[in-house]
């Protein structure tokens, strides 16, 4: 009888100890982290394999009693074997200690360790989107409420970091909400691609076995195959690339919303704080609230960077092997864990967030923030060109800021002589509705284009995403029923089986 417990022994006599701590043992996190898909894999080929014949009633009792106590017993009480990287030979082993190496060794009858892999990698992708799926609803509600308190909270915008035109601190948070929207419909996507099942392409020509890849599918809840035996045999497995990539541009996207927090957070513009318990001090400096939320969140959002580069750098050259893609998978798990970490930190410094409301008004009109509309103006009563109008209040700042005045106390003399030395013409607006044009509440309720800071079209953009998000949340909560509910169906079938 066999005594290695590697499937190489009869073939090719021991493995190399390097070989062993180099290439095997690398990957026992992943799998101690995915024995749940695997052993859902194992029970849907296994029911498959007894309902259409090809195991005996008596063996696929025996087969499935003793995958029952694997999936329950979880990867706490698998007794992991610390050489071997393969799930199939752990569960082989001690299927064997189980129920016998006769019966163990049946379970891989019209399969290969190939599809297996596959279709374990695609169980664990779609949970995972579903789980971000869920994580970022609740960052979306959590902006969305902010966005909708913060509606008419005045503050600068900015462009390359300098004062651009009056905002809303709401119309900034409906802006990220916009963008988690999008994340959001990537992921569902996405998710149609990857919920497919791979089992049956076996190593990539697929079996003479007559097995049923549909009802397989149905039991793992697929919403259909990949249906070339090649291409779910594992040879093109661009879904993990897929993945990668939309989560990867979720923490970019992520990683922005923590930066512009994190630069407010700072006492220079004191607009923000994170609540003190998603904050750290100094182990010297004791005055220090370091937003240590917002800085996770942009760390993770640095290392997303490199995430699709090292998985299509193990998958690229890809032509008749499965091992690339396994070194590619071994950095998945805590891709995804940095992910949901992130997510829950935002979402709990989103909706505990502290604003700074006048901090942030008085910022808002500081720096000459309006002049677009005052240049707006002059070519509605003038007849100007917009690029005449530009001039003449360009020179109107220029002269300003050297005379040390600000929009405040600027004098409409000011403007009627940048009108005759720009543009000669003669500008008629007296102080006060020139500082009216320059106020920089007033900016916002002049603003008529759909989507604008105007406290209206923020509160008319934020009902639409609602509507949106609710989408998505009927979205998440129907394809989550349909994949527990198969998947409760499945270990239900698996245990009748055994029984019988």
């Given at each position: 009888m066999k005594r290695d417990v590697f499937l190489e022994e009869a073939r090719l006599g021991p493995r190399s100890q390097?070989?062993?701590?180099?290439?095997?043992?690398?990957?026992?996190?992943?799998?101690?982290?995915?024995?749940?898909?695997?052993?859902?894999?194992?029970?849907?080929?296994?029911?498959?394999?007894?309902?259409?014949?090809?195991?005996?009633?008596?063996?696929?009792?025996?087969?499935?009693?003793?995958?029952?106590?694997?999936?329950?017993?979880?990867?706490?009480?698998f007794p992991w074997l610390p050489r071997s990287g393969s799930y199939l030979v752990q569960a082989e082993h001690h299927l064997g200690t189980l129920v016998g190496e006769d019966i163990a060794g049946r379970l891989q009858t019209g399969r290969s360790r190939n599809?297996?892999?596959?279709?374990?990698?695609?169980?664990?992708?779609?949970?995972?989107?579903?789980?971000?799926?869920?994580?970022?609803?609740?960052?979306?509600?959590?902006?969305?409420?902010?966005?909708?308190?913060?509606?008419?909270?005045?503050?600068?915008?900015?462009?390359?970091?300098?004062?651009?035109?009056?905002?809303?601190?709401?119309?900034?948070?409906?802006?990220?909400?916009?963008?988690?929207?999008?994340?959001?419909?990537?992921?569902?996507?996405?998710?149609?691609?990857?919920?497919?099942?791979?089992?049956?392409?076996?190593?990539?020509?697929?079996?003479?076995?007559?097995?049923?890849?549909?009802?397989?599918?149905?039991?793992?809840?697929?919403?259909?195959?990949?249906?070339?035996?090649?291409?779910?045999?594992?040879?093109?497995?661009?879904?993990?690339?897929?993945?990668?990539?939309?989560?990867?541009?979720?923490?970019?996207?992520l990683g922005r919303f923590a930066t512009d927090l994190y630069i407010w957070h700072s006492f220079e513009f004191g607009f923000v704080e994170v609540a003190d318990g998603l904050a750290g001090t100094s182990s010297i400096m004791p005055q220090k609230k370091n937003p240590h939320s917002l800085e996770r969140v942009k760390a993770v959002a640095g290392q997303a960077i490199g995430w699709l580069p090292t998985v299509q750098g193990s998958q690229r050259g890809v032509l008749s092997t499965d091992l690339d893609h396994v070194y590619g998978d071994d950095g998945l798990t805590p891709m995804g864990d940095a992910c949901l970490g992130s997510l829950r930190l935002m979402t709990e410094s989103v909706a505990t967030l502290i604003v700074h409301e006048d901090?942030?008004?008085?910022?808002?009109?500081?720096?000459?923030?309006?002049?677009?509309?005052?240049?707006?103006?002059?070519?509605?009563?003038?007849?100007?060109?917009?690029?005449?109008?530009?001039?003449?209040?360009?020179?109107?700042?220029?002269?300003?800021?050297?005379?040390?005045?600000?929009?405040?106390?600027?004098e409409a003399s000011a403007l009627t002589r940048a009108g005759r030395e720009m543009a000669s013409v003669e500008i008629d607006i007296g102080d006060q509705a020139l500082r009216e044009i320059l106020d920089a509440r007033s900016f916002l309720g002049t603003r008529a284009s759909e989507g604008s800071v105007n406290p209206d079209h923020v509160r008319a953009h934020h009902a639409a995403l609602v509507a949106s998000l609710e989408g998505h949340a009927a979205w998440h909560r129907e394809t989550s029923a349909l994949v527990s509910g198969a998947i409760e169906g499945l270990v239900e079938q698996a245990r009748a089986i055994a029984a019988s």
């Open positions: 390097s070989l062993i701590d180099y290439e095997e043992v690398p990957h026992l996190a992943r799998l101690r982290r995915r024995l749940r898909e695997y052993s859902l894999v194992d029970l849907a080929h296994a029911v498959m394999l007894t309902e259409t014949g090809i195991l005996s009633p008596a063996r696929g009792a025996q087969l499935l009693e003793g995958l029952m106590q694997i999936h329950e017993h979880g990867a706490e009480r599809d297996q892999s596959a279709a374990a990698e695609r169980l664990y992708l779609r949970d995972l989107l579903l789980e971000v799926a869920a994580d970022l609803i609740a960052l979306e509600r959590a902006v969305l409420a902010q966005a909708l308190r913060h509606a008419e909270t005045l503050m600068p915008g900015y462009t390359h970091l300098q004062h651009a035109q009056p905002a809303t601190f709401g119309h900034h948070l409906m802006r990220q909400a916009s963008i988690i929207d999008r994340d959001l419909a990537r992921i569902a996507s996405t998710y149609a691609r990857t919920n497919l099942s791979a089992l049956g392409g076996a190593a990539m020509a697929g079996t003479s076995w007559p097995i049923d890849r549909r009802r397989v599918a149905d039991l793992l809840g697929h919403q259909g195959l990949v249906v070339n035996s090649s291409d779910a045999g594992g040879f093109a497995r661009d879904c993990l690339e897929e993945a990668v990539a939309v989560l990867a541009l979720m923490m970019s996207n901090a942030m008004a008085a910022k808002a009109s500081a720096f000459w923030s309006t002049t677009s509309h005052l240049a707006d103006e002059l070519v509605r009563r003038y007849d100007l060109s917009f690029r005449a109008a530009h001039h003449v209040v360009g020179r109107l700042v220029r002269d300003s800021i050297g005379a040390g005045i600000g929009p405040g106390e600027v």
